[in-house]
Structures are given as structure tokens and as C-alpha cells.
């Protein structure tokens, strides 16, 4: 932690400063010297990302306490310490007040806020739960009020953006003192929306805390993250956080998908969502037919502001409920659906069904299809892409993640069992065996009648599998390759490799057909 090169964070310029007392009197915390002198310009629990003004919060963890690192953040300019008991025992002599709480986590999101001028309530904050569609229906959300005229910033799994431009951020699910720094940092720089998606951990963890949401967006749930949830109602009760009026993180507008039980529950238990549905009555509903044509999908959608026609590049009807997700959530933040619907048309996002040309006379596609669910629908849209075409086969590359949950295993392998062909590899076996892993899936996937089954091979290394997969693969087919999406990287045994499917797959296909090539038809879209 200390001896490394500082996390890069998002930072204010000028930040606000605070009073060391202003920040006791928060917190009730008590203090070892005298602070009256002392201010508070940020707020850090990473030592080797303090800068000069900093407090730093020296907190349990699960390896080792925070208390350990507190010398070198007070090396870098950390002015005062916060911590609870244990922590302060480790400390020894230190030349910084030294502030001293039972439970320092609890109050760490709204000690950040206070520390950076609650910069959430200069924000419409909107956010986006729910085990799958987060990221699209983020970017969706994004492009709606950008069509407005709003100034945006995104923070999500793939990226954080603002003013739609990438900046650099080592943080996919931020903790509290580096989210409310980024927010900081959002209205220095003229944002007025932000477009988050919000994770069970971040819920369940704090590291919202202190947020002030305007609209919450629910999109569905389904078997995932159960390694940290105790149960489905564990994991429910989480996303129910930012919903729930009795939660301090409760979203002032609620906009739900019904589509699923879950998200007929938890409409059920609020005062007065807004609803979405492709299945049945709602607030916003899916009038008529989906009409595909030209590799997109067009729809009617039905709200209390009247009809509107959208148009999608997205496949898949969980893309056309993540669109009216999308349309509401725009709606409940105070933009004209009919500017919103419209800018939905261009929208691509990264490892979310995204194609793979290289010229070749088949489909290949990237997604991040890492929960049986998302494995399921994906593969049902695709099905019915060769139904529409009325020829062609449909290939699976499939694995699962170590040292997650385990039960989701062989789930994983009877959602994609339904292909012509199922490649089992390797995802991210982390710290597990990746045979054993894929035994679990290669499990789930016999378990299907042989007859609704496809033909089922294991090859662990996961480029050789995408080299299979091209080769198998025949005019008019389609080749899926799930799990890892838009990430760069394989960990195995706690090293990350260099490896991202859109390029292995690239070079597959150049290598099929002989060389490489950069014409304009010869592209990742």
C-alpha cells in the first residue's frame, strides 16, 4: 500500500476547506489534541493516494487494519486521522489529531460529503441498479440528456466520463471519499447530470452513502452475487436501498422495471413508482410489435406523455425494456421523452453485444454475459436472429468466474447448452482451479435433455477456444463469446494477463482468412 505509485483519483481543483471541529461535531467523534486550527480540504482511506490537507480513514479491512498505513498518509500531508479504537491502539505517536469513532464506516459517506461540499445536491443524480442491463441502460440514460442539452458525467463498470470524454480512473465501483470527490470534481467542471450505475456491494458496503439520488432506475434481478449475499432476499434488500423511503440513500423518484417478480415486489412496496413493462400494463409499456430490420429494432413506446416510435441498434427485447427503462428515467429527471427517445437510435456500448467484422461471412459477437439470466437472453436473441434469417448455427463460448459464486456454475452451462455448440473455457479463474470450474459448467450443461442439446467441448485456454469457435463456424452462423465483454485483462493465480476477447477474436479471424487487413469493412463495431 505505501511504497506504490498514487492511485490516480478525481479530484477537485479547488476544493472546499473544513473545519477539523466541523467534522467532530458530524461524527461525534472524539479527539486525542486540540483541532481548533486545523482544516480539511479532502478525505482518503488509501494512504498512498493522500494528498497535503488530507484526512486520512484509517479503517478495518479484511487483511489488515488502516491504522498500519496511517504514518505514511501523514508523511504525504494528511492533517488529522480518523479511525476507531483498535485502530488508535496501533497508531503510536503521531504529530495529527487523531480522531477516534466506534463504526468509522457508517458515517464515512456523509463525513465525505460534508468534506467536499455535498456536491450531490448541485447534481441530478441518477442511479441505475439491477443484476443486468445497468451499463446500457446508463448509456442510454446518458445519451437522453445529452439530446436535452445537459452536460454530462458517467460512472459505470466499462468507464467514467465526463462531458461524454474518458477520464482516467483506477475506480469501477468508487468508495465513498473517492465518489463524492469525483462529484466534486463533476460540478467544477459545469456537470449537471450524472448517470451512475449503483452495485448490491456499493449498497450493502456504504460506499453511496451521503449520495443524494433524484431518480432511481431498477432494472431487474436475478442469480448473481450470492458468494456476498447470504441469500436472494439478502441480495434484494440491497438494491431495495436505494428505493426503500426508510433508507438515507432512497432516490427522491423510483422508475421500475416489472418485467420480473423482483421488480413487481419492490414497485409493490413504494409509494408511488413510476413502472416500465414489455409485458403488460405500466406507466411506460411496450405497445405492439418489436420490428427488426437492419440489424435494429423498432417499437412503440406508451407513456403518460403520449406514443413514441424508437429505434434501437441494440438486439434483444431485455434492450427494449432497457430503453423504456431508459426513456422514463429521462422523463422522472426532467427531459421531454421526445427529445430522449430519439438520441437512443445511435447509442452502441462496449462489450454489450458488440460485433466483431473482419469481413467474414458470419456474426460474431462480444458480450458480457457473466449470470445464467443474461447467458439465457442472449442466446434467445440470437436464436432468433437465425430464425429471421431462416439458416445458420449458433456457437457458445462460455466459462466462469473463481472465486465467486459457485452455484451459478453449472446455470451458466445449461444457458448456453441450447447452441449448436458450447466451448467451455476459462473466464477468470483467479485464485480456483479453472478444470474445476469448468467441470461445474460442463455439468450444468449435461444436465440438459440430450435432444434440446448441442454439441459440448472443453478447451481451457480461452484464445484456442475463440480460435475453435471461428474455425467451426460456416456462412450465415453465429459465434457468441461471453463473460468478459469490454475487459482487457485474464486473472489467473492473482496475475492479470493482457487479453480481451474483441482482439483475440480479431486476430482469429485475420488469421482465417489469411492475413490481416485494414479496410473500412474490416472493423470492431
Known amino acids: 500500500m505505501p511504497a506504490q505509485s498514487s492511485p490516480h483519483a478525481l479530484r477537485p481543483t479547488t476544493p472546499p476547506s473544513t473545519s477539523l471541529q466541523a467534522l467532530l461535531d458530524l461524527t461525534g467523534a472524539t479527539v486525542t489534541t486540540p483541532v481548533a486550527a486545523v482544516t480539511v480540504t479532502g478525505i482518503e482511506q488509501r494512504s498512498n493516494a493522500v494528498r497535503p490537507g488530507d484526512l486520512f480513514a484509517a479503517l478495518p479491512g479484511a487483511n489488515a487494519h488502516g491504522a498500519r498505513f496511517a504514518a505514511d498518509a501523514v508523511a504525504r500531508g494528511a492533517v488529522a486521522v480518523f479511525t476507531d479504537a483498535a485502530g488508535a491502539e496501533q497508531l503510536g505517536e503521531l504529530a495529527v489529531p487523531i480522531l477516534v469513532r466506534e463504526q468509522p464506516r457508517a458515517v464515512l459517506g456523509e463525513l465525505s460529503a460534508e468534506i467536499y461540499g455535498h456536491p450531490s445536491d448541485r447534481l441530478r443524480i441518477i442511479g441505475i441498479t439491477g443484476t443486468s442491463g445497468k451499463t446500457t441502460t446508463s448509456y442510454l440514460v446518458e445519451a437522453g440528456l445529452v439530446a436535452a442539452g445537459l452536460r454530462t458525467g458517467l460512472i459505470g463498470t466499462i468507464e467514467t466520463r465526463i462531458g461524454g470524454q474518458h477520464v482516467p480512473s483506477a475506480l469501477t465501483t468508487p468508495e465513498a471519499p473517492q465518489l463524492h470527490a469525483m462529484f466534486a470534481a463533476m460540478v467544477e467542471q459545469g456537470v449537471q447530470a450524472v448517470v451512475m450505475e449503483v452495485s448490491s456491494h456499493a449498497l ?285 485483462g485474464q486473472e489467473i493465480q492473482g496475475v492479470k494477463h493482457v487479453f480481451d476477447d474483441r482482439v483475440v477474436v480479431a486476430e482469429a479471424l485475420d488469421a482465417r482468412h489469411g492475413s490481416h487487413t485494414d479496410s473500412e469493412d474490416s472493423r470492431v463495431s
Open 204 to 488: 450493502a458496503l456504504g460506499r453511496v452513502d451521503g449520495v443524494r439520488f433524484a431518480v432511481g432506475a431498477f432494472t431487474n434481478l436475478s442469480q448473481d452475487h450470492l458468494d456476498f449475499h447470504a441469500d436472494f432476499e439478502d441480495y434484494f434488500g440491497a438494491k431495495r436501498k436505494l428505493f426503500a423511503a426508510d433508507s438515507p440513500v432512497a432516490a427522491r423518484t423510483s422508475v421500475i422495471c416489472v418485467d420480473d417478480q423482483w421488480g413487481r415486489r419492490l414497485a409493490d412496496e413504494l409509494a408511488a413508482p413510476i413502472t416500465v413493462s414489455t409485458r403488460g400494463a405500466a406507466d411506460w409499456q411496450l405497445t405492439g410489435d418489436i420490428a427488426t430490420s437492419a440489424g435494429a429494432q423498432e417499437f412503440t413506446a406508451t407513456g403518460p406523455t403520449g406514443e413514441l416510435a424508437v429505434r434501437l441498434r441494440l438486439p434483444g427485447r431485455y434492450n427494449v425494456a432497457n430503453a423504456l427503462l431508459a426513456i422514463a428515467t429521462c422523463a422522472a429527471a426532467g427531459v421531454d421523452p421526445a427529445v430522449a427517445a430519439p438520441a437512443l437510435a445511435e447509442v452502441d456500448v462496449p462489450g454489450r453485444m458488440q460485433r466483431v467484422d473482419r469481413g467474414q461471412d458470419f456474426l460474431v459477437v462480444v458480450d458480457y454475459a457473466h449470470k445464467p439470466a443474461a447467458v439465457e437472453s442472449v442466446v434467445t436473441t440470437l436464436r432468433g436472429h437465425l430464425a429471421e434469417a431462416g439458416h445458420g448455427r449458433l456457437a457458445v463460448i462460455v466459462g466462469a468466474g473463481g472465486d465467486r459464486d459457485v452455484a451459478k456454475r453449472p446455470l451458466m452451462g445449461a444457458a448456453a447448452a441450447r447452441a449448436d455448440l458450447v466451448i467451455v473455457t476459462d473466464d477468470n479463474p483467479r485464485s480456483e482451479d479453472p478444470a474445476l470450474i469448468r467441470a461445474a459448467v460442463i455439468a450444468g450443461a449435461d444436465d440438459v435433455p440430450a435432444a434440446a442439446r448441442g454439441e459440448i467441448r472443453e478447451i481451457g485456454d480461452r484464445a484456442a477456444a475463440i480460435t475453435a469457435a471461428v474455425t467451426w463456424a460456416r456462412p450465415g452462423d453465429v459465434v457468441l463469446i461471453a463473460g468478459k465483454g469490454h475487459e482487457s
